[in-house]
């Protein structure tokens, strides 16, 4: 059972660069999210997507861009990369985006931005 | 404004021992849902227990259960029977209903002594 797949695992740029994290679920979920993990704290909500074809901002959206391309997949996009973004990201997701269903998340990719 | 704190960066138990990891929110919503998530050094989140609020009993899985005090906004977490594959990061987490956002804690590390 695959769940939720994140591409690539690793990723290291240079200040300026762009890059598109991949995010991928076979559970027929509707509901995706992007979260950034920072030492010492925990996730935080970057943007969601509660439905195919709609997605809205989180807690800290500023220097990110989504695409929810189908209803498997979501792609997160940093279009210009600072070292302030250098963090694990965590991509989840969830049968819809009522609060009671659990979110399940993908292993992370790990961030790194000179 | 909805916060999670977890106040022990760090714990450690013997192995077979009892542990319990604390974890306090804040909200004024009277309808939401408790998490606690396990992250190994893998980096997977994985669930590991969920509370609803309106539920008074506290929820149990296999060896961890939850003392979920509601006036105090108190969701501790116990592992009985501590395995060496306990040792991970602790996260508590909750979401009000009608948001889509999960608001994590700091984290708590927890480590298995043979």
């Known amino acids: 059972n695959a769940g939720v797949t994140q591409t690539p695992k690793f990723q290291v740029l240079k200040t300026g660069q762009s890059m598109t994290l991949q995010c991928a679920q076979d559970?027929?979920?509707?509901?995706m999210y992007w979260y950034r993990q920072d030492p010492g704290m925990g996730l935080r909500l970057i943007y969601y997507?509660?439905?195919?074809?709609?997605?809205d901002k989180g807690e800290v959206p500023n220097g990110y861009n989504v695409s929810r391309l189908n209803k498997r997949e979501f792609s997160l996009r940093l279009e210009s990369a600072a070292p302030s973004q250098t963090s694990v990201y965590f991509c989840?997701?969830?049968?819809?985006?009522?609060?009671?269903?659990?979110?399940?998340f993908g292993a992370g990719t790990r961030l790194s931005v000179l | 404004a909805q916060t999670v704190t977890q106040s022990q960066p760090e714990m450690s138990v013997q192995e077979a021992e009892t542990v319990t990891l604390s974890c306090t929110y804040d909200?004024?919503?009277?309808?939401?849902?408790l998490f606690w998530y396990k992250q190994p050094p893998s980096r997977q989140m994985i669930l590991v227990i969920r509370?609803?609020?309106?539920?008074?009993q506290n929820a149990t899985e296999n060896r961890f259960s939850v003392n979920f005090q509601k006036a105090a906004k108190s969701f501790s977490l116990k592992i009985s029977d501590s395995q060496l594959g306990d040792a991970a990061m602790y996260f508590c987490?909750?979401?009000?209903?009608?948001?889509?956002?999960?608001?994590f804690g700091q984290g708590t590390r927890l480590t298995i002594n043979p």
């Open positions: 989840a997701s969830s049968l819809t985006s009522v609060a009671k269903n659990i979110q399940y």
């Open positions: 559970m027929n979920h509707n509901s």
């Open positions: 997507s509660a439905s195919e074809g709609t997605t």
């Open positions: 909200t004024s919503e009277s309808d939401y849902y």
């Open positions: 509370q609803e609020a309106y539920k008074q």
């Open positions: 987490a909750a979401i009000i209903q009608g948001a889509q956002k999960l608001v």
